[in-house]
């Protein structure tokens, strides 16, 4: 049996993002950086219309966040018109790279909508990251909106005083037997920490939402980013708590929960 690694070659796109960020081709040791995808190879993600720095401490933001990014807008949107003069308060939990909060807190910004943006993520790396994106995407610095930045155990460490009206999480969603299947550029080079939701898929969605209530404001909103695998079946022990909602994504598949605190 021949065990050596083929060469990596790149697709027309792989060679076009490279040359985007200004990594040579003829730099690069094909042998050595085998399905590496190119974002962690030029350290650079695009995300909503936005460049993020990322590294191996972080996810790759996916496609599909974005629409999670629209679907909470939308509510911020209402939330300021029934109350324009109000702060809107919210979290990003699990954030990585910040493309979530980051992204949110700008395009508030944009909208004239004044609020604070908590990001955190268990991985200390990942807020320094997240922090560093903000610093560079937020020029010239919002008046409106404020950053903050913790290292926290899903809500753990969040001050209790503090009534959120919007808290949003990705967290680890994928079911621990299926990391194993995915393809080679995810599960040998993205953090497996940031993937395996335990052998269900929801063991850290379920934590987080059994801290969330006492976290969240009168009608407080929770928005959470599933498998494809996962139905609002799996959330109807939440139902005394919460009104749940399920929403696809432009693929047709499950993907996320909006949850509004009764």
């Known amino acids: ?22 990594v040579s081709v003829s730099n690069l040791d094909m042998n050595a950086i085998g399905e590496t995808p190119v974002e962690y190879l030029t350290g650079k993600a ?21 629409e999670l990014v629209d679907l909470v807008l939308k509510d911020i949107k209402n939330l300021h018109e029934r109350n324009e003069s109000k702060e809107i308060i919210l979290a990003d939990i699990g954030c990585g790279a ?3 909060g ?51 155990d899903l809500l753990r460490s969040y001050p209790t005083d503090i009534k ?9 969603y994928i079911p621990e037997q299926r990391v194993d299947h995915l393809g080679e550029s995810v599960k040998d080079y993205e953090p497996h920490l940031a993937l395996k939701g335990g052998e269900n898929g929801l ?34 022990d939440y139902k005394d708590r919460f009104e749940i909602s399920l929403f696809k994504d432009e693929y047709g598949q499950n993907r996320f929960v909006r949850l509004e605190k009764r």
Not at 210 to 224: H, K, R
């Open 1 to 22: 049996m021949n065990n050596h690694q083929a060469k990596r070659i790149l697709d027309p796109r792989e060679q076009t993002y490279l040359a985007r960020f200004n």
């Open 46 to 66: 695009e995300f909503y219309n936005r460049v993020f720095q990322v590294t191996k401490d972080t996810l790759i933001p996916r496609v599909e966040t974005e």
């Open 98 to 100: 910040g493309p979530i």
């Open 102 to 152: 980051v992204t949110l807190g700008l395009e508030m910004d944009k909208l004239k909508i004044k609020g604070t943006v908590y990001s955190s993520d268990v991985s200390k790396e990942a807020v320094e990251i997240a922090q560093r994106n903000e610093g560079l995407l937020n020029i010239p610095q919002s008046e409106l909106v404020k950053f903050e930045f913790l290292t926290s």
């Open 164 to 172: 959120f009206d919007i808290l949003i999480a990705n967290l680890p």
């Open 203 to 236: 063991s850290y969605i379920y934590q987080f939402l059994d801290q969330s209530p006492s976290y969240l404001s009168e009608n407080g909103l929770v928005f959470l980013e599933i498998d494809h695998t996962h139905s609002l079946q799996d959330f109807l």
